[in-house]
């Protein structure tokens, strides 16, 4: 079975946020930053900063908390990102890497 990511997108100023599933995060924040897809979500509010991320090692785990994070509020999302990320610095530079065994 293929791992699973899940991530939290934001813009520069940090007000709003977009909650999504991956199987690939480098690949997938960089189809983000390169508007891969126009006229998606992230593309037209300019999502482009990834300040939270988890990893699961089955896709399906990762889909099942994305599902509880999107029903979750925007405060516990905040407060989500903030107990790993309290400056919501861009965390790609952390994970660009990811699938390099020397990581």
């Not at 995060?25 to 979500?41: A, C, D, G, M, T």
């Not at 785990?61 to 919501?88: C, G, H, M, V």
Request: aromatic content about 14%; hydrophobic content about 30%; cysteine-free.
């Amino acid at each position: 079975m293929k791992p699973g990511f899940i991530y939290i997108m934001t813009n520069k100023n940090n007000t709003t946020l977009y909650v999504g599933v991956t199987s690939n995060l480098p690949e997938r924040v960089i189809e983000h930053r390169q508007n891969k897809y126009q006229n998606s979500f992230t593309s037209r509010y300019n999502l482009y900063k990834l300040v939270y991320w988890e990893s699961f090692q089955e896709i399906g785990d990762a889909i099942a908390r994305e599902k509880q994070i999107k029903a979750s509020s925007r405060r516990k999302k905040i407060d989500l990102i903030q107990s790993t990320n309290p400056d919501w610095k861009d965390l790609y530079d952390d994970i660009k890497d990811i699938f390099d065994p020397f990581y």
